[in-house]
């Protein structure tokens, strides 16, 4: 019953390890303080640019793809344009 016991802990220590490490990566950010506010585009913006101001602790190629989407796929970008952060 002990051997049992043990080999069950150990696999489900294996399986939430396996499970915990495959979701990080490929987590969407979750909702930041910026969540919802727009930005109005300055000259010399890029989505990248205002992904790493508006997350600077996060990876930027979430948020990038995330706002590329609401731009209905595009990337580029205008002065004066608003975006809606994710």
């Given at each position: 019953m002990r051997t049992t016991i043990s080999?069950?802990?150990?696999?489900?220590?294996?399986?939430l390890g396996v499970i915990w490490g495959l979701?990080?990566?490929?987590?969407?950010?979750?909702?930041?303080?910026?969540?919802?506010?727009?930005?109005?585009?300055?000259?010399?913006?890029?989505?990248?640019?205002?992904?790493?101001e508006h997350y600077p602790n996060r990876d930027p190629r979430p948020v990038v793809d995330r706002m590329t989407a609401q731009l209905g796929g595009r990337s580029a970008i205008w002065p004066g344009e608003r975006i809606t952060l994710p």
């Amino acid at each position: 019953m002990r051997t049992t016991i043990s080999a069950l802990a150990i696999v489900t220590a294996l399986t939430l390890g396996v499970i915990w490490g495959l979701k990080a990566p490929f987590a969407p950010p979750g909702p930041g303080p910026d969540t919802g506010q727009v930005v109005v585009v300055e000259p010399g913006d890029t989505l990248w640019s205002i992904a790493k101001e508006h997350y600077p602790n996060r990876d930027p190629r979430p948020v990038v793809d995330r706002m590329t989407a609401q731009l209905g796929g595009r990337s580029a970008i205008w002065p004066g344009e608003r975006i809606t952060l994710p």
